[in-house]
């Protein structure tokens, strides 16, 4: 959670911040937060999409797509 925050405060600031937008993903995906992780990823692709962390976001994204999945099945 506070790395989240942190990158959320980034965030705050610099909206188009590259680095602090896929963390942010990665933050949000490993503390159960589906949904933002999702929000976060997709927005870091639409922005940045030959950035060199592309190709992780992908896999993240589809990490958790499949979550949101398995959670929409309970």
């Given amino acids: ?11 705050d600031h610099r909206p188009d ?16 937060d589906v949904r933002g992780a999702i ?5 870091f692709l639409a922005a940045h999409p030959e950035h060199p962390h592309a190709s992780r976001a992908r896999r993240s994204l589809e990490e958790a797509r499949r979550r949101l999945a398995d959670e929409q099945k309970k």
Avoid at 1 to 11: N, Q, Y
Avoid at 22 to 32: C, E, K, V
Avoid at 39 to 43: I, L, R, S
């Fill in 17 to 32: 911040d590259a680095w602090a937008r896929y963390h942010r993903g990665d933050a949000r995906l490993a503390s159960g």
């Fill in 1 to 11: 959670a506070a790395a989240e925050a942190d990158f959320s405060a980034v965030l």
């Fill in 39 to 43: 929000e976060d990823f997709d927005g």
